[in-house]
């Protein structure tokens, strides 16, 4: 275990220099992390994708984040596990037959977002930058997240909370950091992974468990950034945010402009 300041990365980790590896960014509460099971899961899928292995076992995983957890004090926080490819012995972009990869876990104090920004909901705007939906990092909690960077970017440049991004085929892939769910007639509806989505936890939490438990209808595919203007409700979600309210896109307000029922039922 060491203090931030004190930690060290070696300058020719493929982490660093070609953003070659994955992470996940969990929620602790109450000294649990929430959904470890499906970021864990994600975290395996993602390495045999990039065929980046071996990993610790999930035991291993869960026991050396508790023991960063003890170490900082903490019981409310937010942990990123992130791992690399690890140290090349020769330079160039092809991997080592056998790579060693490196890892390391982070924690820091989070009790969540302001709640004034779940009343109000948030405001985004629909980017320039377009997800490659044909790309397996499209897929992955990849390390190289320039597009997700640029993107809230200019999110904050044009006065938003977030940015929306859609694919190459102009249909509604995700937010920045955020999955995408809209209300229509109804029916919860999210973008398909096939359009770019990301499998986040948080979406597969409620798709599975919280909206059949509430009576909803989750139905997955791709999804016309015209159809945000029909929605009576829209929402984001990731394991940070949970489940916070879009209100408002491109200066326009969705529905009435306000968190609606179903956001607040299922956040609750």
């Known amino acids: 275990m ?5 930690s060290a990365l070696d300058p020719l980790d493929r982490g660093f ?17 929430l959904g470890i099971e499906r970021h864990l899961f994600r975290l395996r899928v993602g390495a045999a ?14 026991d050396a984040i508790a023991k960063t957890l003890t170490a900082n004090g903490l019981t409310e926080a937010a942990v990123r596990l992130s791992i690399s490819r690890g140290v090349p012995k020769r330079r160039g972009l092809l991997p080592e037959p056998e790579p060693n990869p490196s890892m390391v876990i982070h924690a820091e104090p989070f009790t969540g977002y302001p709640a004034e920004l779940y009343e109000r909901g948030a405001r985004a705007v629909i980017s320039g930058i377009r997800r490659n939906e044909h790309s397996p990092l499209a897929r992955v909690k990849s390390l190289n997240y320039l597009d997700n960077v640029l993107a809230r970017h200019e999110a904050e440049t044009r006065g938003a909370d977030d940015a929306l991004l859609l ?15 809209l209300l229509l007639d109804g029916t919860l509806v999210t973008p398909s992974v096939t359009s770019g989505a990301l499998p986040g936890t948080v979406r597969e939490l409620v798709t599975v468990v919280l909206a059949p438990r509430v009576g909803l209808e989750v139905v997955e595919r791709k999804v016309r950034p015209q159809e945000l203007r029909a929605a009576d409700e829209v929402f984001l979600t990731n394991a940070l945010l949970g489940i916070l309210p879009l209100t408002e896109v491109d200066a326009l307000p969705i529905g009435t402009g306000e968190p609606g029922p179903i956001s607040t039922k299922l956040r609750t």
């Not at 220099?17 to 602790?28: A, I, K, N, Q, S």
């Not at 694919?167 to 769910?181: E, Q």
Request: charged share 20%.
């Open 167 to 181: 694919n190459t085929a102009g249909d509604l892939a995700c937010a920045s950091a955020a999955n995408l769910f």
């Open 2 to 6: 060491l203090p931030v300041g004190g």
């Open 49 to 62: 994708v990039l065929g980046l292995s071996p990993l610790p076992k999930d035991k291993d995983l869960k």
């Open 17 to 33: 220099t070609l953003g070659d590896g994955l992470f996940e960014t969990m929620r602790v509460r109450g000294n649990t992390v």
